[in-house]
């Protein structure tokens, strides 16, 4: 019984941080610092795997970083959580606009790089 009051007391505690923690990721992708804002959003995660506002701020950074999977995972679980909520579907939209740009500058890249050395 003590056990289970401890367990609940410590989840209580966590989830006040979960404001401070996607705050802080606010302001890191503000500041560019994509890698940390991923960080605290993955601690929010831990402490509510159904918290939409970190699956949204992860997913907008790792599109920052241009790790299109990465952010369209984040991304549809999102949208899963929220369908409706249509920053979330613009943001996605933009994701997979972006990797299929990215993919056509690649393969652009690559075809030029093999007709050089076909030469």
Same mark, same amino acid.
């Given at each position: 019984?003590?056990?289970?009051?401890?367990?609940?007391?410590?989840?209580?505690?966590?989830?006040?941080?979960?404001?401070?923690?996607?705050?802080?990721?606010?302001?890191?992708?503000?500041?560019? $610092?994509?890698?940390?804002?991923?960080?605290?959003?993955?601690?929010?995660?831990?402490?509510?795997?159904? $918290?939409?506002?970190?699956?949204?701020?992860?997913?907008?950074?790792?599109?920052?970083? @241009? !790790?299109?999977?990465?952010?369209?995972?984040?991304? /549809?679980?999102?949208?899963?959580?929220?369908? /409706? $909520?249509? !920053?979330?579907? $613009?943001?996605?939209?933009?994701?997979?606009?972006?990797?299929?740009?990215? /993919?056509?500058?690649?393969?652009?890249?690559? @075809?030029?790089?093999? @007709?050089?050395?076909?030469?």
């Amino acid at each position: 019984r003590q056990y289970q009051r401890r367990v609940r007391d410590k989840t209580k505690s966590q989830r006040h941080k979960i404001p401070a923690l996607l705050n802080m990721a606010q302001v890191y992708s503000k500041q560019k $610092n994509y890698v940390d804002a991923i960080g605290n959003c993955e601690k929010v995660i831990d402490i509510d795997k159904y $918290n939409i506002k970190a699956y949204y701020r992860r997913g907008q950074a790792w599109l920052a970083l @241009s !790790e299109f999977d990465k952010a369209q995972a984040d991304l /549809e679980k999102a949208k899963e959580l929220d369908p /409706e $909520n249509k !920053e979330i579907l $613009n943001t996605l939209a933009l994701s997979k606009k972006k990797q299929k740009e990215q /993919e056509l500058k690649d393969k652009k890249l690559y @075809s030029s790089m093999f @007709s050089a050395i076909g030469k």
